[in-house]
């Protein structure tokens, strides 16, 4: 999926935080299993066309299940000796790869909102450039600034050999 450069490795393989799948999967579970609280109104319909309504219905929900859980498995950062890679999956055949140079990166901060991001350690990694795109967002990782850490030592360890 990645060519990695002539002595590059990868430091750091990270995937989104695991609450905002599960919460998007809640959504649509309750979603999908509404036919079955519609039950009792099957009089209205034959049997038949009931159950006919009901699979068909749940079909499509596991087929959106089964988007958001691609869509999350797919979205992946990769911090290597030399770059920073996102890579992340828009829909089920869009994908949008951005990488920056370790050498471009003037600014790593960090923004961890809200209750349930502080408790579970999540946030959002906002990476400054001197290139066109001049912020480069990473949504809902987990230990943000485990990460910010890693990305600026890294920063620092390059541009040190370079200089040497």
Sequence with gaps: MIKLLAGETVVLELRRHWLPITLESLVILVAGFLPLAL?????????NLFLFFAVAWLQIFWLAFFVV???????ILVITNKRVIDIE????FNRDVAQLKLENIQDVRVQVEGFWSSILNFGDLYVQT???SREFVIK???KPLVVQELILKQGVWYNRRQWT
């Design 69 to 75: 859980w691609t869509n999350y498995y797919l979205d």
């Design 130 to 132: 001197a290139g066109e």
């Design 89 to 92: 999956q828009i829909t089920l």
């Design 140 to 142: 809902s990782i987990p």
């Design 39 to 47: 039950f009792f109104v099957q009089n209205l319909l034959s049997p």
